[in-house]
Antibody, heavy 120, light 107 residues
């Protein structure tokens, strides 16, 4: 059974760095073809893909966020991480992590999401 | 970036009816399209992948099709639990992009 769960700070101030953790079970990021993606959704709005990390440590980022994103993983603890630097109010959203399988590239299992508010 | 133009933004239908939601890709995405259902306060759930393949456990009243760069999600025999917002996503090329969503309301 595949499950994912996001965790984060809840609230942070503009210019700070947002650190998110995705803890998962039912698959391993050391297994060929496995990947985790991060997607966010401002309240009442659409979905925005942010980044993917793959079993071989290959990483892809949404260029719209330029150099603010860093994705990483800890395979021994079944976790993936996302950092967003220099946040502002536009980064207020629910952040989801989701599993992705190489060659298929859609998100087949999603976490419940974690709400993040950027406010001074 | 590949743009996904989804329509309509909202629709209202009655139980038992059939509805169609569409996504137009700005370029060829070679059937690499997924459909997700999102209920209020919940995370998106995969319904359809590769334009027309039904995810395990998804009722057969959901179906996907394509014509060129136009992709459609059809829901037959609407049930009350189908009230949700539906999103398309192209998974052909980075950056992955989503449609803006269609909110389906049951009358």
């Amino acid at each position: 059974q595949v499950t994912l769960k996001e965790s984060g700070p809840g609230i942070l101030q503009p210019s700070q760095t947002l650190s998110l953790t995705c803890t998962f079970s039912g698959f391993s990021l050391s297994t060929y073809g496995m990947g985790v993606g991060w997607i966010r959704q401002p309240s009442g709005k659409g979905l925005e893909w942010l980044a993917n990390i793959w079993w071989d440590d290959d990483k892809y980022y949404n260029p719209s966020l330029k150099n603010r994103l860093t994705i990483s993983k800890d395979t021994s603890n079944n976790q993936a991480f996302l950092k967003i630097t220099n946040v502002d109010t536009a980064d207020t959203a629910t952040y989801y992590c989701a599993r992705i399988v190489y060659g298929y590239n859609y998100f087949d299992y999603w976490g419940q999401g974690v709400m993040v508010t950027v406010s001074s | 970036d590949i743009q996904m133009t989804q329509s309509p933004a909202s629709l209202s239908a009655s139980l038992g009816e059939t509805v169609t939601i569409e996504c137009l890709a700005s370029e060829d995405i070679y059937s690499n399209l997924a459909w997700y259902q999102q209920k209020p306060g919940k995370s998106p759930q995969l319904l359809i992948y590769d334009a027309s393949s039904l995810q395990d456990g998804v009722p057969s009243r959901f179906s996907g099709s394509e014509s060129g760069t136009q992709y459609s999600l059809e829901i037959n025999s609407l049930q009350s639990e189908d009230a949700a917002t539906y999103f398309c996503q192209q998974h052909h090329d980075y950056p992955y992009t989503f449609g803006a969503g269609t909110k389906l309301e049951l009358k």
